[in-house]
């Protein structure tokens, strides 16, 4: 099935530990981002990319590092855990373009991430 | 700096009823807003899509509005479900390259009672 697929669902990390968050599109999207969950906050951007080759910080970029090499994968890395770092982690892809349907934000379905 | 806000928090009503969720924003250079769904513990469901341009998309029972100039956009539900229960998000997405850039508010929390 076509979509966002993230893995792995739950990590546990422990402080200063370091590991990548996997994201994959099948959709041909440009765009693609990294979003954090926590209680009472809301989502919250971390780093966004509009294209191979391209990334940007957004809102709480500290501690983390992106790439994206290819238009399908945008991994997310977590240079030293901290337990701050406690979340879930959401990806996105959307497309803006011609053509029905074509626009819009998919979401994988998350990684559950606990830093002890 | 864009800011959304939902209202209410959470929500409670008996099966069958109407119901109306709020969302605002303070920058109205908007290039589209997007109401999500999530259910405890899961990913997000994308309910419908409203583009700068337009003024209100629908889905089934779901009828979703926008005002641009007011900052303002509204979920209506029609005859809610239990299964409607969850939490709705609404998200702005940003002008040009930062399309991809969601600002999220914090949802309302629907709880559809029998």
């Known amino acids: 099935n076509a979509g966002v697929t993230q893995t792995p669902k739950f990590q546990v990390l422990k402080t200063g530990q370091s590991m990548t968050l996997q994201c994959a599109q099948d959709m041909n999207h440009e765009y693609m981002s990294w979003y954090r969950q926590d209680p009472g906050m809301g989502l919250r951007l971390i780093h966004y990319s509009v294209g191979a080759g391209i990334t940007d910080q957004g809102e709480v970029p500290n501690g983390y590092n992106v790439s994206r090499s290819t238009t399908e994968d945008f991994p997310l890395r977590l240079l030293s855990a901290a337990p701050s770092q406690t979340s879930v982690y959401f990806c996105a892809s959307s497309y803006f373009g011609p053509g029905q349907g074509a626009h819009g934000y998919t979401f994988g379905s998350g990684t559950r991430l606990t830093v002890v | 700096k864009q800011e959304v806000t939902q209202i209410p928090a959470a929500l409670s009503v008996p099966e069958g009823e109407n119901l109306v969720l709020n969302c605002s924003f303070t920058?109205?250079?908007?290039?589209?807003l997007q109401w999500f769904r999530q259910d405890p513990g899961k990913g997000l469901t994308s309910l419908l899509l409203i583009q700068s341009s337009q003024r209100e998309q629908t889905s089934g029972r779901l009828n979703a509005s926008l005002d641009k100039s007011s900052g303002r956009s509204t979920l209506y539900i029609a005859a809610s479900q239990p299964g409607d229960s969850a939490t709705y998000l609404c998200a702005v997405g940003g002008l040009g390259g930062t399309a991809s850039k969601l600002t999220f508010g914090t949802g309302t929390r629907l709880q559809v009672t029998l």
């Open positions: 920058d109205s250079a908007i290039y589209n």
